[in-house]
Nanobody, 124 residues
Framework: QPQLVESGGGLVQPGGSLRLSCVASGFALGYYAIGWFRQAPGKEREGVSSISAGGTVQTYADSVKGRFTISRDNARNTVYLQMNSLEPEDTAIYSC?????????????????WGQGIQVSVSS
């Protein structure tokens, strides 16, 4: 059964950094585009970043451009989200998702397999 598991979340001060990891099991991640999404309390889920199956194309939400970087290591079946210059507005539950299409997308409805999510809190 395909599964995605996120790790690396936690509490960080404004201006700090975190690196999230998304590890796949039960399927070969290299055939799938991956997205990172977040949902803050009382808000809709939004796309944060996405990367193509081969890793050559990345997309970012305007709110995180220049601060977040998505990357992948298909040999390790893992996708990363490096988050720098974190702001309180970045506080949310972050989830990774996979879609059986090679191109990236920030649309949650385009993804088939989801992780359970992990909390990221930015606060002083």
């Amino acid at each position: 059964q395909p599964q995605l598991v996120e790790s690396g979340g936690g509490l960080v001060q404004p201006g700090g950094s975190l690196r999230l990891s998304c590890v796949a099991s039960g399927f070969a991640l290299g055939y799938y585009a991956i997205g990172w999404f977040r949902q803050a309390p009382g808000k809709e889920r939004e796309g944060v970043s996405s990367i193509s199956a081969g890793g050559t194309v990345q997309t970012y939400a305007d709110s995180v451009k220049g601060r977040f970087t998505i990357s992948r290591d298909n040999a390790r079946n893992t996708v990363y989200l490096q988050m720098n210059s974190l702001e309180p507005e970045d506080t949310a539950i972050y989830s990774c998702a996979a879609r059986s299409v090679k191109g990236p997308s920030l649309n949650p409805g385009a993804f088939d397999v989801w992780g359970q999510g992990i909390q990221v809190s930015v606060s002083s």
